[in-house]
């Protein structure tokens, strides 16, 4: 739920770049410790710029968590400012300078859509665990508690789905099927005849009963429109033209890709690998492009190459700018608390249950 929703006023459209930074950078002085600003690795430059700490999603909520800060201004899209809400103390308040910043893969999956789908699984099939991706809504958090499943994160979805296979015998994994399938066969060793995709245009999901009943994991037909792009023909090419070139792929990108690389890796993991690597090693790497330009700036050593052309940014993130950042920090300086994210406390309560599960998979 967002609060007292506000966008910039026209007029600080016209102030040229040096013009915001000068004003940011003054009223961070003024707010001082009240304020931790948070900026995801997908972030514009000029916005990172400004962020006090800049991780991914779940890390940025923790630090978060830990800080003193009264005002957390999120710098991402709206479930990752959701998660902050929810690990946060109830002193502490958390804003996005855009409340309309979605996540196209969050918005895969339509909460009514899914109990639908879910009480069609169950009256087909019995045992199944829910796990959904943190990438996902309040409302699909608090549906995974609710029915005895987990969260997870891209780095832990084995350990999430190891979890889950003690306590039921199928999992129905949510939104992104591009996690979950390279998660169950690349990392788990699931035979692929027994992932099967529920297609939510058709009816029963387009599998027969028999389908349903062998299989191990079910996956939601959601995925992120920034990573699924990424084409395995240029790693292939990649390949091809620097032999000993090193691959790595977010695991939201396509199974065929993810079948190629040497390694999948989260956002954290692509830079821990980059941290370990040997100087003058070439890489390829597979996720958003700000940060891949980013780390190509900041790992002068290396060799660092997009696997694709098309060098994709995260649309919605992109929606803050530096002019959404300054009008967010004009209105908190004034003490007016506009485009807060509240999340409900009974839905706090079950999403929040979900994390600590989450937490203990670590
Ligand atoms: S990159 Fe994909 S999953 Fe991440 S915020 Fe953007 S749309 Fe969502």
């Known amino acids: 739920m967002e609060k007292n929703i506000s966008s910039p006023a026209r007029d600080l459209e016209f102030l040229s770049n ?3 930074s000068n004003q ?4 961070k002085h003024r707010l001082s410790d009240s304020l931790m600003i948070l900026g995801h690795h997908y972030q514009r430059d000029e916005v990172i710029k400004f962020s006090d700490k800049r991780g991914d999603s779940f890390g940025l909520s923790k630090i978060a968590a830990q800080s003193s800060a009264r005002y957390i201004v999120f ?3 709206h479930f990752m400012a959701e998660t902050a809400d929810i690990v946060t103390d109830e002193d502490q308040k958390v804003f996005i300078p855009d409340v309309t910043a979605g996540c196209f893969l969050a918005d895969c999956a339509d909460i009514k859509d899914v109990k639908s789908v879910w009480a069609e699984l169950n009256r087909i099939t019995s ?3 829910p796990i959904s991706y943190i990438n996902s809504s309040v409302e699909l958090k608090e549906f995974c508690s609710r029915n005895e499943g987990t969260i997870c994160t891209s780095s832990i979805a084995d350990k999430a789905m190891e979890w889950a296979f003690e306590r039921g015998e199928k999992i129905f994994f949510l939104p992104d099927q591009n996690l979950g399938k ?3 066969h690349l990392k788990m060793g699931i ?3 027994q992932i099967v995709l529920w297609d939510i245009s058709k009816k029963q999901g387009g599998l027969t009963e028999k389908e349903i009943k062998k299989a191990k994991v079910i996956l939601w037909n959601g995925f992120c429109d920034v990573h699924a792009k990424f084409s395995f023909q240029t790693a292939d090419e990649l390949r091809q033209k620097y032999p000993d070139i090193k691959l790595i792929a977010h695991p939201e990108c396509s199974f065929e890709l993810c079948s190629k690389v040497d390694q999948m890796g989260s956002t954290a993991q692509i830079i ?3 941290d370990n690597s040997p100087a003058n090693q070439k890489w390829g790497i597979a996720t958003e492009k700000r940060l891949v330009n980013r780390l190509q700036k900041e790992y002068q ?10 060098q994709p940014v995260c649309k919605t993130m992109s929606q803050i700018t530096n002019v959404h950042l300054l009008h967010q920090l004009q209105e908190l300086a004034e003490e007016r608390e506009v485009n807060q994210i509240i999340v409900p406390e009974d839905k706090q309560k079950y999403a929040g249950l979900a994390i600590n599960r989450m937490l203990k998979l670590k």
């Open 301 to 310: 050593n290396l060799d660092i190459y997009f696997i694709d052309d098309y």
């Open 272 to 274: 821990q690998a980059l």
């Open 24 to 27: 940011i950078t003054n009223l």
């Open 182 to 184: 390279n998660t169950a």
């Open 75 to 77: 710098c991402g899209v």
């Open 191 to 193: 035979p692929q005849d």
């Open 127 to 129: 045992d199944i665990i």
């Open 18 to 20: 040096r013009e915001i």
